[in-house]
């Protein structure tokens, strides 16, 4: 099936952003739409900057890493000279992908169809019958496996874009980049993926979870019984309706943005800000870990840093929560219906035992597949993704909360703005179409 | 030091404690732990590491576990409102050697979870530490592995395995 090009007049009119009535529409048609996804892979996909994985993955010379990043198989390595490659896992030969585990450590990577073998640099290095073939078959790396077009890092985070020309990381992070430096800040020796993926699966688009990632507005109507929880771990009766509204929403540029607050929220941070739950002995040791950001940091960026709880959305499909835990999460759109999701945890280089045992046991307090949050959120998701079949008569969503407002709340819907106004830009195809506005 | 424990007997409170989550007596479930029991899931790519290391699916302590439960009967669990139909099937059944009061007793287990029109399928196995108390067999430790490499399609474990 071919895709058919929407005229960019008709991507455009799937927003209605009309700032003096405050009213901003989504039609509901980009969530279910086949052509619609076509050009998301094409304009999105193919042009942006996509999470590939933390450095702390690749730790040692040989390691590597096997995962789907926009749909394609890649293969992220740590060469002996320590540097990073970002490789395509597929065959020069025939396309078999040249190595079928997740992760691990090795110098070489043989396919298993012909043996055509590979380092790891993707440089070819040997096949079975070389003869057959002219002597300078293999001249200038033209069997090697095909290197991704772009990477690069950022303090730790690595990401690849599969179209050579596009701007460089930094530039593309904008003011994410400053909120990705405090989650990495956390940690004195850096920060690492703790071992244990989340891989799990959500029927619905692509575009909802980067909504509800940032949607503070959610908070007590879905997670209700997550708040039950943690009032009867801490043995308070707090009423915690008014705490989603505390903090603010930042429109970080490129469609990044950012729902945070400082010291407002119920739950403990590891790193640090102590919470009832975890009872008085854990006490000095999270008011250390405080102390030492503090001093490390300075009073007022280590306020930030161990007392702030960030819900960041980078354009297009990474999610960086750094709340009771801070997760790292990205997801790929299969189908318009269907993600695969993939979240990991992120923890400081060197936290001690104690410390590491509460990170654990506070992330899946909330988060993932089996948290007291995550599965109610997907149920939500799914609800939304179903209740689409009804577009033809119901066609619009509504995101119009607090665009008349100049101090836009968590519990407000700029966040989604900015997603939206940067996701028409693109799919449209219209640079001047305007990111910034209420 | 008690008397050993058999194999009918270990199935007999295993299959009793499928019919209570089956059944949705969630809390019943619960009360049949210690009250320092633990009820841990790990990541389906790391089956292996330790719970306070690694990311686990749960790791849930006995308050914690009793707040699922409690949790899960509301309305307000989203996820499971309306109530998934659940149907445990327990098998291979092992009791190993007893070490102090604690008797691990291993298990495969397929839960098959049905709601909004889909049947997931949750195939594993379980390994508990028991103990005998005044009120019977009761669990000091369960963790039920997935076998399974990454958590599609079902994409949640928002019930009891």
């Known amino acids: 099936m071919t895709v058919q090009e929407r005229p960019v007049s008709s991507a455009a009119g799937l927003i209605i952003d009309d700032r003096q009535e405050a009213r901003f529409k989504v039609n509901r048609n980009v ?27 690749v730790s040692k010379p040989g390691s590597f890493v096997a995962r789907r990043v926009g749909g394609r198989p890649l293969l992220f390595t740590r060469d002996r000279e320590n540097n990073l490659n970002a490789l395509y896992n597929t065959c020069s030969h025939r396309g078999a992908m040249v190595c079928r585990e997740r992760a691990g450590n090795r110098r070489a990577f043989t396919c298993g169809y012909h043996a055509w073998t590979f380092d790891e640099k993707g440089h070819f290095i ?21 290197r991704v077009e772009r990477m690069e890092e950022f303090r730790g985070f690595v990401f690849v874009c599969f179209d050579r020309n596009v701007e460089p990381l930094v530039d593309y992070l904008a003011g994410a980049a400053d909120y990705l430096a405090y989650v990495a800040d956390q940690g004195e020796h850096g920060m690492e993926i703790v071992e244990g993926s989340q891989d799990y699966s959500i029927a619905a688009n692509w575009k909802l979870l980067q ?99 960030r819900n ?51 992330f899946v307090e909330f988060l993932g597949p089996a948290g007291f949050a995550s599965p109610d959120d997907v149920e939500m998701l799914e609800l939304c993704q179903r209740g689409y079949a009804n577009r033809a008569s119901a066609p619009w969503n509504d995101i119009s909360r607090g665009m008349l407002s100049n101090a836009p709340k968590k519990t407000d819907e700029l966040q989604m703005r900015t997603f939206w106004r940067r996701w028409r830009q693109l799919v449209s195809g219209d640079p001047n179409l305007e990111l910034n506005g209420p | 030091m008690s008397t050993p424990l058999t194999r009918t007997e270990a199935e007999e409170f295993l299959f009793q404690e499928a019919a209570l989550l089956d059944a949705w007596k969630l809390e019943e479930w619960a009360e049949l732990f210690t ?74 287990f397929v839960v098959f979870r049905s709601r909004m029109e889909k049947t997931d399928i949750y195939p594993g196995h379980a390994e508990y530490q028991l103990l005998r108390s005044n009120q019977g067999l ?24």
Request: aromatic share 8%.
């Open chain 1, 312 to 362: 960041m959305i980078i354009f297009p499909n990474l999610v960086v929560n750094d709340i009771m835990a801070t997760t790292i999460r990205t997801f790929y759109p299969v189908r318009p219906d269907y993600i695969e999701v993939s979240a990991w945890s992120l923890a400081p280089v060197g936290e001690s035992a104690t410390s590491r045992d509460r990170r654990m046991r506070n």
């Open chain 1, 211 to 309: 909504e509800n990632s940032v949607d503070g507005y959610h908070g007590q109507p879905t997670h209700v019984t997550y708040f039950d929880y943690l009032r009867s771990r801490d043995g308070t009766t707090t009423n915690f309706a008014g705490s989603g509204a505390q903090g603010w929403v930042k429109n970080l540029g490129n469609g990044h943005a950012v729902s945070e607050s400082i010291g407002a929220l119920p739950w403990g941070r590891p790193y640090a800000r102590w919470a009832p739950g975890w009872g008085e002995s854990a006490k000095p040791e999270v008011e250390e870990l405080s102390k030492q950001i503090m001093a490390r940091l300075g009073p007022e960026r280590g306020n930030v840093v161990a007392n702030g709880d």
């Open chain 2, 35 to 108: 009250e320092d029991g633990e009820y841990l899931i790990p990541a389906t790519d790391a089956p292996e590491a330790g719970p306070g290391t690694s990311l686990y699916l749960v790791y849930d302590d006995r308050h914690r576990l009793g707040e699922r439960a409690k949790r899960l009967l509301k309305k307000t669990a989203h996820a499971e409102s309306p109530r998934s139909l659940t149907r445990h099937m327990t098998t291979n059944v092992v009791v190993g050697k007893a070490n102090d009061a604690l008797i691990p007793v291993s298990c495969n």
């Open chain 1, 31 to 57: 969530f279910v739409e086949d052509d619609i996804l076509g050009l998301e892979r094409d304009r999105i996909f193919e042009k942006c900057w996509l999470y590939l994985g933390h450095v702390s993955e």
């Open chain 2, 138 to 161: 009761r669990i000091r430790n369960k963790k039920a592995t997935l076998d399974i490499d990454v958590l599609r399609p079902q994409g949640k474990v928002s019930i009891i395995l």
């Open chain 1, 126 to 146: 040997g096949m079975p019958g070389r003869e057959a073939l002219p002597t300078n078959a293999t001249d200038n790396g033209k069997l090697d496996l095909v």
